[in-house]
C-alpha cells in the first residue's frame, strides 16, 4: 500500500530525531581531513571542530591552560574527544569533566577562553554545547562519538605529540 508524502514526512522526521546522533544543539560539520599546514590558523567555529592543523597533535590529557587550536584539531583528525570549558567554571563542574576524561580513552581537556557555552565536547565533525556537565548530552555525545572511526587518521596514538599549552 502506497501512503501520501503528508504521511511519510512526520514518520521520517521523527525517525531522524531518535537516531543515534540525534542530540539536541549537535551541530555537524563536513571537514574532509588531510589538510596539514603550519603556523596560526583561523577556524569557522570556537572551539574548532575539524579543518586545517598541524601535523603535530595535543598529546591527550587534563590540562589547566588553553591549548593551541591547531595541535587540538590535529588530535581530533585522530579520533580524540576534545572537552572544554569556559574559565570561571566551578570547581564541582570541572571534578565531573576531569572524572569523564579520566574515564574516556584520548582524551583532551581544557579551559577555552571566550567559548560562548560553559561546555564544549568536540570530535572531528561533530559538538554539542552544554550549560553543565550532567546535562544528559553529554553521556550521549560521548557514547555517539568518543573514539569515532571517522577521523581522518583513526586509530593514530594521541600520545607523544606537543604536551605543552599556549
Known sequence: MTR???VLLPCALLLAACAPKGIEGLQTFTYPGGDQ???SLTYAQLPPA??????LWQTCGVYDQPVYNEYAVSSLARG??????RPGLDAAQKAALLALAKATPNTLLSPYPGQDSAIALTVWNAQVKVPTADDARV?????????????????APCSGG???MR
Open 139 to 155: 553521556k550521549a555525545f560521548v557514547a555517539a562519538y568518543a573514539e569515532r572511526q571517522t577521523a581522518p587518521y583513526p586509530g
Open 4 to 6: 501520501p508524502l503528508s
Open 162 to 164: 606537543f604536551g605543552g
Open 80 to 85: 580524540a574527544l576534545w572537552i572544554t570549558y
Open 50 to 55: 575539524g579543518g586545517p592543523h598541524n601535523a
Open 37 to 39: 599546514r603550519s603556523g
